[in-house]
């Protein structure tokens, strides 16, 4: 990660007496719905035409990262309890702002934030490299952001073994320490030589432990591989590449060992559990014009030429299930414009199963070094014209911090021009719905209904009293993801509830009236 639509009638967080309800919308939600025709037996059923303003699914995401206390802890050597509490203001500061993903970096640098049995406790939570914190953050992490209807993605970066080239001050049990033929010194820190089978498969032991023992929705890598050029010198990977070149050439070779790793571990986590995502979040210039015509038209660093990132060869491969290129320019910016870099990542993933979504740079929002970044109203002008590709299915903020800073107000304009209603998530491939919730009734103002087993949530719709509500084309009337199954009505009327599994697949709605008191 490179660190250096009307608005809501409310937003509130309502508790209902048996869970809680995280609620979007408020009364008469379904006024800017057109109008609708009831469907007769005489005439054919009105065809609901979704309003783009109002997507129906669309990912919207945040980064919270870990390393050097950038969003979470704030600080190290926090106790457990504050701990808890600034990850919960962090979440409840994403579902007022109708996100509904997190991405939480649980490995920084070959360290954990989760009690791993292959690498030691992060520094960033006790200050202390190998130091227990006393809990286990991760399953509290991964409940909380569930009961929200948060998607849970764990961040790993693969390669940083430590951001200290002194090995020596590492955890005595420290992979860096027990394999030292693994690493690299690059600058003022070490990695693991991409070029080693052996490193893969650590990697890929990692990731696979998380996956098994933790309830995570997705695995998700930043823009690290090879590192970034600059200040470091030459990456000494000779000895690997005359074991293991194979006659290839050295940039080749390179970008093969980071499209292997991709491969495994996709394969590995889809392995352990089918439903879990993996994806990575390129940077965002995969090469220019000017290396390949098939590049894009700007002049900037190519990942692929420069610290070997092949997003192309991932998506051709079906190597990853979604990609979230970080787009940290704005429009009109020589070296890497926005409005060229949309969309030739959508059609870079037209015609395949890979999701594309968009790394938004919130925390460059006020920069003055660009100008167009002191404009508020920049970003929002970023998912307006992300509206004119179907491909791009979303967006993603780094970082978190800026969800609570909030920027020249941007994330309130954010909200009041896209966010004005929740969304669920994109669609997985395949799969079936749940059951509808069953035993739906109203009893004044609460909604009550029998949990319907597999049911991560609920989305409860406030539609018109009469005619097609249009609940499956977009979000107009959706008012309300929840948790439990209850839910506090705010206006009487006419009310659908479906019942949403952990990829947000769908089920028919059950209905009922909440009657004016």
């Not at 809501?8 to 919308?25: D, E, M, P, S």
């Not at 130091?131 to 286990?136: A, I, N, Q, T």
């Not at 600058?187 to 696979?208: A, E, I």
């Not at 304009?413 to 919730?437: I, M, N």
Request: glycine share 8%; aromatic share 12%; hydrophobic share 40%.
């Amino acid at each position: 990660m490179r660190t250096g639509r009307p608005l809501l009638a409310a937003a509130a967080v309502a508790i209902a007496a048996t869970a809680a309800a995280y609620t979007f919308g408020g009364p008469g939600a379904e006024a800017a719905a057109p109008e609708t025709k009831a469907k007769t037996a005489a005439k054919p059923a009105e065809k609901c035409v979704a309003d783009a303003r109002y997507p129906k699914r669309q990912l919207r995401g945040v980064w919270i990262a870990t390393v050097k206390n950038i969003d979470w802890p704030s600080a190290t050597g926090l106790t457990a309890a504050k701990q808890r509490a600034e990850y919960v203001k962090i979440l409840d500061n994403a579902v007022r702002r109708n996100l509904n993903a997190v991405f939480v970096q649980v490995r920084p640098a070959s360290d954990a934030l989760y009690k791993s049995p292959y690498e030691p406790w992060s520094q960033y939570l006790t200050g202390t490299p190998g130091k227990d914190p006393g809990w286990d953050p991760l399953p509290f992490l991964t409940a909380e952001a569930h009961k929200r209807g948060l998607e849970f993605h764990a961040w790993f970066n693969p390669y940083r073994a430590a951001y200290d080239a002194n090995v020596g001050r590492l955890p005595a049990g420290h992979p860096a320490r027990q394999h030292p033929d693994w690493l690299v010194k690059y600058g003022d820190q070490v990695y693991y030589n991409p070029g080693l089978p052996q490193v893969r498969d650590h990697v890929v032991k990692v990731v696979t432990d998380v996956v098994k023992r933790y309830d995570v929705d997705g695995v998700h890598f930043d823009d690290y591989f090879y590192p970034y050029p600059g200040g470091g010198g030459t990456f000494n990977d000779t000895a690997a590449f005359r074991k293991y070149g194979d006659g290839a050439k050295l940039a080749d070779w390179r970008r093969d060992n980071v499209n292997k790793l991709v491969a495994q571990v996709h394969k590995a986590v889809h392995d352990t559990k089918k439903d879990v995502k993996f994806g990575i979040s390129p940077f965002g210039i995969w090469r220019n014009k000017a290396q390949d015509p098939t590049g894009s038209a700007t002049t900037g660093m190519s990942a692929y030429d420069a610290i070997y990132a092949d997003a192309r060869a991932w998506i051709k491969a079906g190597t990853v299930d979604y990609l979230i290129p970080q787009l940290y320019w704005p429009r009109g910016f020589k070296a890497a414009d926005y409005k060229v870099l949309a969309p030739w990542w959508a059609n870079e993933v037209k015609g395949t199963d890979v999701r594309l979504y968009i790394g938004q740079g919130l925390y460059r929002v006020g920069a003055r070094d660009v100008p167009t970044w002191t404009k508020p109203g920049e970003i929002p002008a970023h998912l307006t014209l992300n509206r004119r590709f179907e491909e791009i299915d979303g967006d993603v903020y780094f970082s978190a911090k800026q969800l609570d800073t909030n920027p020249l107000k941007v994330m309130d304009r954010l909200v009041k021009e896209h966010y004005s209603r929740p969304a669920l998530l994109p669609l997985p491939q395949g799969g079936d719905a749940l059951a509808k919730p069953s035993g739906l009734k109203s009893s004044g103002s609460a909604l009550t209904w029998t949990p319907v087993p597999g049911a991560r949530s609920y989305a409860v719709y406030k539609v018109p009293a009469s005619g097609r509500s249009c609940q499956a084309a977009d979000a107009r009337n959706l008012i309300a993801v929840v948790s439990g199954s209850s839910y506090t009505a705010q206006a009487p009327g006419r009310y659908l509830v479906t019942s949403l599994d952990a990829l947000t697949r769908e089920s028919k709605p059950a209905e009922a009236t909440v009657s004016a008191t």
